[in-house]
C-alpha cells in the first residue's frame, strides 16, 4: 500500500506518526508505511520461523526424558512453542503475507531464524538450561513487544510470555532438580550452562552500533529497547539465579559494577554470531534439512485441509 487513489499520502502519514507518537496501537486496516509493513513481517516472520525451528533441540529429547513426568513437560513445552509459531504466523498475515510464501522463503534461506537453535542438545541438562536460558532471554526480549505499536502483533506475544515464563520456570525446576542430585548431574548442568551462556547472549542481535534497524524500528515503537539494553538487563536477571543453582556462568570478567548498578561482562565473539546467521552454525545444515522433510511430509495434511475448505465452501454455496 503506497498511499491514497490520489497519492497524497501526507494526511496518512500524518495519522500514523500521531498514532505512533500517542503510544497508541495501529491496527491491520490502518494505512501504514510501506518501510514499517515490510518491518513488521520480517520480524514476525523470523520469530514465527524461530518458534518453529526452535521444537527441534529440545524435541530429540522426547523419547529419551529421563522419566514419564519430564517426558510430559517436554511433550507440553515443544507443543507450546508450535502454538506460538502460529498466533505468530496468523499476526503476519493481518498484514497480508501468506503464512505458506513465508515458510517458502525460511525453506529457501530468504529468511532467518534465530541463531540460537543452530546448537546441539547434547544432554537431558540442556533441557533446563534451554528453559532457563533460552526462553529466559527470548522473555527479556519479549516482555516489551507487549507493547510493541503493531496491535496484533502485541496482543500475541502477552500469551506467549506468559507461556515463556512457565517455561523458563520448568527448566530453572528442573536444573535445580539435578544440581542436588549426584556429582555427574551437576557436572552435566554446568557443562551445558558453559555450552549456552555465550550463545544465550547473542540472541538479542549485533551490537547496537552494529545493528542496522534498531533506530528504525525503536523511533517506529516496534522495539521498546535495543538489543544491548535488552541484554545486559537479561545478565543483570540471571547472574542471582545462577547464585541460586550454584552453577558457574562461563565469564571470568563478569562481575558486579557498583558505578554503573550493572554487571559487567566480558567480550562476546561477534564473529561467530555472523558464522551461525549465514548458516554456518554446528547444526544449521541439520536444522533446516529437519524443517524441509517435515513440511514435504505434511504436504498431504495441507492438501486435505485445502480440499475440505473447498467442499464446505461448495457446499455453503450451493445452500
Ligand atoms: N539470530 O538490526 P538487527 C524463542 C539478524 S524465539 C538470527 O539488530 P532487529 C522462543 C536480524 O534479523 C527467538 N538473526 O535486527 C523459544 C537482522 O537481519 P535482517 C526469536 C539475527 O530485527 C524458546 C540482522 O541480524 N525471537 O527463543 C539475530 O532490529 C525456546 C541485523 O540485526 C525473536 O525473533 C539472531 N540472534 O533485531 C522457542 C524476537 N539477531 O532481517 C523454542 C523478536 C539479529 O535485516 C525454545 N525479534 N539477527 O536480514 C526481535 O526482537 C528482533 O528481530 C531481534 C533483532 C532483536 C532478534
Redesign the pocket.
Known amino acids: 500500500m503506497t498511499g491514497t487513489p490520489q497519492g497524497d499520502t501526507l494526511p496518512l502519514e500524518r495519522d500514523f506518526e500521531a498514532t505512533i507518537g500517542h503510544d497508541q496501537r495501529i491496527e491491520p486496516r490502518d494505512w501504514m508505511p510501506d518501510g514499517y509493513r515490510r518491518t513488521m513481517v ?2 514476525i516472520a ?2 514465527a520461523h ?2 518453529i525451528i ?2 527441534q ?2 524435541g530429540e529429547w522426547i523419547t529419551r526424558a529421563p522419566s514419564l513426568r519430564r517426558k510430559a513437560i517436554l511433550l507440553a513445552k515443544v507443543q507450546d ?1 508450535a502454538g ?1 509459531g502460529l498466533y505468530l504466523y496468523s499476526a503476519a498475515e493481518t498484514l497480508g503475507a501468506d503464512r505458506g510464501e513465508l515458510t517458502e522463503m525460511l525453506i529457501e534461506g530468504r529468511q ?6 543452530n546448537y546441539p542438545t547434547l544432554s537431558f541438562a540442556d533441557v533446563g538450561v ?2 532457563w536460558l ?2 529466559g ?2 522473555i527479556c ?2 516482555v516489551p ?1 507487549c507493547r510493541s505499536s503493531y496491535g496484533p502483533y502485541a496482543r500475541a506475544m502477552i500469551r506467549i510470555c506468559k507461556e ?1 515464563s512457565f ?1 523458563q520456570r520448568q527448566g530453572f525446576e528442573l536444573l535445580l532438580t539435578m544440581m542436588r542430585g549426584t556429582p555427574a548431574q551437576r557436572e552435566m548442568v554446568q557443562d551445558a550452562v558453559n555450552r549456552w551462556w555465550w550463545p544465550s547472549l ?5 551490537p547496537d552500533d552494529a ?4 533506530e528504525r ?1 525503536m523511533a517506529w515503537k516496534i ?1 521498546r529497547h535495543t ?1 544491548d539494553e ?1 541484554r545486559q538487563r537479561f545478565v543483570d536477571i540471571t547472574v542471582p539465579q545462577a547464585e541460586v543453582l550454584g552453577v558457574t556462568l562461563p565469564d571470568p570478567d563478569l562481575r558486579w559494577n557498583a558505578e554503573r548498578g550493572h554487571h559487567d561482562f566480558g567480550p562476546i565473539d561477534w564473529s561467530e ?1 555472523k558464522r ?2 549465514s548458516g554456518d552454525g554446528p547444526c544449521n545444515a541439520a536444522r533446516m534439512a529437519r524443517r524441509r522433510s517435515a513440511h514435504e511430509d505434511g504436504a498431504w495434511v495441507r492438501e486435505a485441509a485445502a480440499a475440505h475448505a473447498a467442499r464446505k465452501t461448495g457446499r455453503e454455496v450451493a445452500a
Open positions: 520480517r520480524q523470523q520469530h524461530s518458534e526452535g521444537m533441540p529440545e512453542e506460538h532467518k531464524y534465530s541463531s540460537i537453535f534451554i528453559g533460552v526462553d532471554a527470548a526480549n519479549q513487544l515463556e517455561h547473542m540472541m538479542f542481535g549485533p545493528s542496522p534497524n534498531t524500528s522495539k538489543n535488552l554470531l551461525v546467521i
